[in-house]
């Protein structure tokens, strides 16, 4: 198993940017592909990035693109979502996840492990 704890959550204003990072336990974060989901109020969870093990694939759900970019530094155990143009839609809980499967993985509930989530609101 892996550990994952989200932070950087907060208040954005449509338009604005934000970033959110997850911290991942243990010395084997670099044999995980990591995703980003989230869950917004009254709504079931989406799948918003993914990025394999090396950082060498991402994927993107077709809201996202563009705006959103997934990268990971494996010597941190850490994997981040910058988040630019914000719209309120993009209001959320925000999950970072983990699979120990070798590509992306965009279906949300195909994830392994899970962090707690951290709150992505974007005012309008």
């Known amino acids: 198993q892996v550990q994952l704890v989200e932070s950087g959550g907060g208040l954005a204003q449509a338009g604005g940017s934000l970033s959110v990072s997850c911290a991942a336990s243990?010395?084997?974060?670099?044999?995980?592909?990591m995703g980003w989901v989230r869950q917004a109020p009254g709504k079931e969870r989406e799948f918003v990035a993914g990025?394999?093990?090396?950082?060498?694939?991402?994927s993107y759900s077709d809201s996202v693109k563009g705006r959103f970019t997934i990268s990971r530094d494996n010597a941190k155990n850490t994997v981040y979502l910058r988040m630019s143009n914000l719209k309120p839609e993009d209001t959320a809980v925000y999950y970072c996840?983990?699979?120990?499967?070798?590509?992306?993985?965009?279906?949300?509930?195909?994830?392994?492990?899970w962090g707690q989530g951290t709150q992505v609101t974007v005012s309008s």
């Open positions: 990025i394999t093990r090396n950082g060498g694939r991402t």
């Open positions: 996840a983990a699979t120990i499967s070798i590509v992306v993985i965009t279906i949300d509930s195909s994830y392994d492990y």
């Open positions: 243990g010395r084997t974060f670099s044999r995980y592909t």
